[in-house]
């Protein structure tokens, strides 16, 4: 199995568990091969990954953006943004490490001009 | 209730005072017999708010797939509740006109304030809340209890931050310490006695303790979420210098997965600039 994120999907993949949207209702039920309709369906309705049958290629898997940043600008914007992330907790909350590594994407961004 | 608290309530109902064109319009809303023309009229008498609202509409954070061209389409669209709130979220910064801007710049403020008020209303769009604006109007109105205070007790304000700058600490706290209240007491209370929905009343009360909102959970939830990605973003500042602790309780509420984020960052991003925009006065 596989958690797969929704723009990582290509048709033909198999849902190991059924997909529901946020109030519970099901979008489409365990063991469904995918095709092109079904990941359109995924995106309008929130659904950001589903679980896939068997093994899936890791590379397919990994973060598509790769921070291309110098080490100074990465440590200058690290070092910023844990001053303002001081008070939350960054070393249990797995929901605000994931904003702290947006932040710092999103600050490098910022730097770089984008 | 301590008497300061109060009494800078009482007193600054008479200075800040909501549109008349809001109270007429909430009158219409809560009124059984008006119809969408009637709404419509209201809000065609004054031009500007007109613009800001087909504006918002027709922009790319509504995403209707035609153009609404006239305000009783708007109305007929967006539902006549929906629109009341959403004249008080294009309305409100006017009422707080002319603040000194010693202790902080307004356009930062509203800055940090429509980009919490936009991340909310993306927020309850995934959710598919049915009532967006009223989280859009809650974004924007979270931090007004500062303006309060920097308007009304500026030497307090003053102290409390310089404080802060010696000794790092979180402003809604040392803002209880000192004071014995914070600024979502004041927000609070000053939306209790303008008499605006119970809703928008929970969520900015209780954006610093989202379990403490048992009426509008959610809504409170997504205005605590909103604030904290807005400040992630680093776009506009109230005052705070941190970013306050992420309730993991308020989170879970929301029933997002954490692969959530990134879309709510993205599409946070993307529409701000557009709502500062069209909501923000433009500098004469």
Redesign the interface.
């Known amino acids: 199995m596989a958690i797969i994120p929704t723009n990582k999907l290509t048709p033909g993949m198999v849902l190991k568990r059924a997909v529901n949207d946020i109030t519970g209702r099901l979008l489409l039920g365990e063991g469904v091969e995918i095709c092109h309709k079904h990941i359109t369906i995924f995106k309008s309705w929130g659904i950001t990954e589903v679980d896939i049958e068997g093994e899936v290629e890791t590379e397919a898997v990994e973060e598509d953006v790769v921070i291309q940043v110098d080490e100074e600008t990465l440590y200058k914007a690290k070092e910023e943004l844990q001053e303002l992330f001081a008070f939350t907790d960054l070393n249990n909350s797995p929901v605000t490490k994931e904003i702290f590594r947006l932040s710092v994407q999103h600050k490098i961004d910022r730097l770089n001009g984008a | 209730m301590s008497i300061q608290l109060a009494s800078l309530i009482s007193d600054n109902l008479k200075i800040f005072s909501l549109p008349s064109i809001f109270l007429r319009l909430n009158n219409a809303v809560n009124d059984l017999r008006s119809s969408v023309t009637d709404i419509g009229n209201i809000i065609s008498e004054d031009q500007g708010l007109t613009a800001r609202i087909l504006k918002l509409a027709n922009s790319p954070l509504y995403g209707f797939p035609s153009k609404i061209e006239t305000i009783s389409k708007a109305v007929l669209i967006i539902g006549t509740k929906q629109i009341r709130d959403l004249t008080l979220a294009t309305s409100i910064i006017r009422v707080f006109e002319g603040i000194p801007e010693n202790l902080i710049t307004m356009e930062t403020f509203w800055r940090h304030s429509i980009a919490c008020g936009v991340i909310a209303r993306i927020i309850a769009g ?3 809340e049915p009532n967006v604006e009223t989280f859009f109007t809650a974004g924007i109105l979270h931090d007004i209890g500062r303006l309060i205070m920097y308007a009304k007790m500026p030497a307090e304000c003053r102290d409390i931050l310089s404080q802060i700058a010696k000794q ?3 402003l809604f706290k040392v803002e209880r310490e000192s004071l014995g209240f914070n600024h979502t007491d004041v927000g609070g209370l000053l939306l209790k006695q303008w008499k605006l929905p119970q809703d928008l009343m929970e969520a900015v009360a209780n954006h610093h303790n989202p379990d403490k909102a048992l009426q509008y959970p959610v809504e409170a939830a997504a205005v605590h979420v909103a604030d ?2 807005a ?4 776009l506009g500042n109230s005052g705070e ?6 309730s ?1 309780e308020a ?1 879970a509420k929301l ?9 709510l ?1 993205k599409q946070g ?1 993307q529409h701000v600039d557009i709502a500062m925009q069209i909501i923000l006065p433009s500098k004469k």
Do not use: G
Request: aromatic share 20%; proline share 10%; hydrophobic share 45%.
């Open positions: 995934y959710r598919r790092p600490q979180l904290i990605l400040h992630a973003l680093q210098k941190y970013i306050p602790r992420l993991e989170w029933s997002f997965q954490t692969s959530m984020l990134p879309f960052f991003l």
